[in-house]
Every structure is written in structure tokens, then in C-alpha cells.
């Protein structure tokens, strides 16, 4: 069955850009989506078809995937951004989740 | 704005029958193009996809859980249910119902709409 890969933890200082990345093979044929997660709710849409934002997420979140790696950028990271990110596909007429990665803001 | 609310029992006892419904607000879960989905989350753990239906009767299942899920769509009710059999402390977890957009030509899929979850566990 398909596999996505994500780091678990990634560590970034406030105002740096922070990259979560999500792997799995030919992952570039395929549109990601991530979410974004913080304690105690549900997840929010932050990016889905590579690289579209939903209404209300803002233009720092950026996406792309090529290759292997679907990837997740925040550029001038806020301490409001610190949440779990799990990426998403859909293969074989199912919907795969990555394992997620902790995003800290210090 | 449509909003999703997860109901039922917070315990279920070993081997039995798990049963939740998605109540639909804001909006018609018999029209577009909407495929509505369940998910769960164990307790400090990642997200797991159960499975989905659609209003024209696609249904489609995680292959890890498919010998136990049943997921339908009640139209006139304007909610979703999911069915999950012979549960065991495994099955315990946070379940989400959640609204998703796909198209089978592109094969994009995405969540835009969750529900606030409902925790289940499961023991004797």
C-alpha cells in the first residue's frame, strides 16, 4: 500500500521559514493537501492541490511537490503557526495520510 | 456555513458494534459535489482515513478496516453513519466526520470541512 513519509519534528525561530516535507513514491503525480492541527481540534485545510491556499489561510503558507517530495512552506514564521502537519493523497481509491511533524516555534 | 456534529455513544464494550452519525447543518448532504468522509485519531497519534460515501452511492473504504466498516448517507436526515464491528481497545480513538471535495477525473481529494470529533472508547 502507499506510504507518505513526514520528519516528525521540525524546529523553527519566529520571523525564519519553516519547510515540512512529505515523501512517497512519485508523490509529484499525485496532488497533496496538508492540514494543519493544533491541540485539543480538529485539523484545518492549510493547502490542497500542491499549492492552492484555502480562503483565510494566509499567503506566508506556500506549496509545491516535484519528484518524491511534497513540501510545506511557512515563511516568517509566527509562534501561532506551532501545530502538528499531516500531508494527504489519494492513491488506488484511497485517502493516505503521512505520519505528521511537529512544527515548534522557539 | 456548513457544520458537521459527530454523535453517539462514548463507550463501547469489547466485540461490539460501534455506531456514530454526522449530523449535516448549513447546507444539503444530497446535492453537489461533496463526498463525506470519517476519520479518527487515537490519543496522541496521526490521522486515519476510514472511508467515504458519495450521493451516488460510491462508497469506498480503507482496506485496513474494510472486513469491518459500513459507512451510509441519509439524505431526508441530512447525515452520514459509520458502522465499525467487533471493535477492540485499538478501535479507541477521536472520530471525525468531515466534508471532502474529489474529483475521480483529476483524482484530488481534500478536506475542507471537519466536524469538532467525538471520542470513543472502547472497553468493558
Known amino acids: 500500500s502507499y506510504e507518505l513519509t513526514q520528519t516528525p519534528s521540525v524546529s523553527v525561530s519566529p520571523g525564519q521559514t519553516a519547510r515540512i516535507t512529505c515523501s512517497g513514491d512519485k508523490l509529484g503525480d499525485k496532488y497533496t493537501s496538508w492540514y494543519q492541527q493544533k491541540p485539543g481540534q480538529s485539523p484545518v485545510l492549510v493547502m490542497y492541490?500542491?499549492?492552492k491556499r484555502p480562503s483565510g489561510i494566509p499567503e506566508r503558507f506556500s506549496g509545491s511537490n516535484s519528484g518524491n517530495t511534497a513540501t510545506l512552506a511557512i515563511t516568517g514564521t509566527q509562534p501561532t503557526d506551532e501545530a502538528d502537519y499531516y500531508c494527504?493523497?489519494?492513491?488506488?481509491?484511497?485517502?493516505?495520510f503521512g505520519g505528521g511533524t511537529k512544527l515548534t516555534v522557539l | 456555513q456548513l457544520q458537521l456534529q459527530e454523535s453517539g455513544p462514548g463507550l463501547v464494550k469489547p466485540s461490539q458494534t460501534l455506531s456514530l452519525t454526522c449530523s449535516v447543518s448549513?447546507?444539503?448532504?444530497?446535492?453537489?459535489?461533496?463526498?463525506w468522509t470519517w476519520i479518527r485519531q487515537p490519543a496522541g497519534k496521526g490521522l486515519e482515513w476510514i472511508g467515504l460515501?458519495?450521493?451516488?452511492?460510491?462508497?469506498k473504504y480503507n482496506p485496513s478496516l474494510k472486513s469491518r466498516v459500513t459507512v451510509s448517507l441519509d439524505a431526508p436526515r441530512n447525515e452520514f453513519s459509520l458502522r465499525l464491528s467487533s471493535v477492540s481497545a485499538a478501535d479507541t480513538a477521536i472520530y471525525f466526520c468531515?466534508?471532502?471535495?474529489?474529483?475521480?477525473?483529476?483524482?484530488?481529494?481534500?478536506?475542507?470541512?471537519w466536524g469538532k470529533g467525538t471520542t470513543v472508547t472502547v472497553s468493558s
Open positions: 492541490q500542491d499549492k
Open positions: 468531515a466534508r471532502a471535495e474529489y474529483s475521480s477525473a483529476y483524482h484530488y481529494y481534500h478536506i475542507d470541512v
Open positions: 448549513g447546507g444539503s448532504i444530497g446535492t453537489g459535489n461533496d463526498y
Open positions: 494527504q493523497a489519494w492513491d488506488s481509491d484511497a485517502v493516505i
Open positions: 460515501v458519495y450521493t451516488s452511492g460510491i462508497i
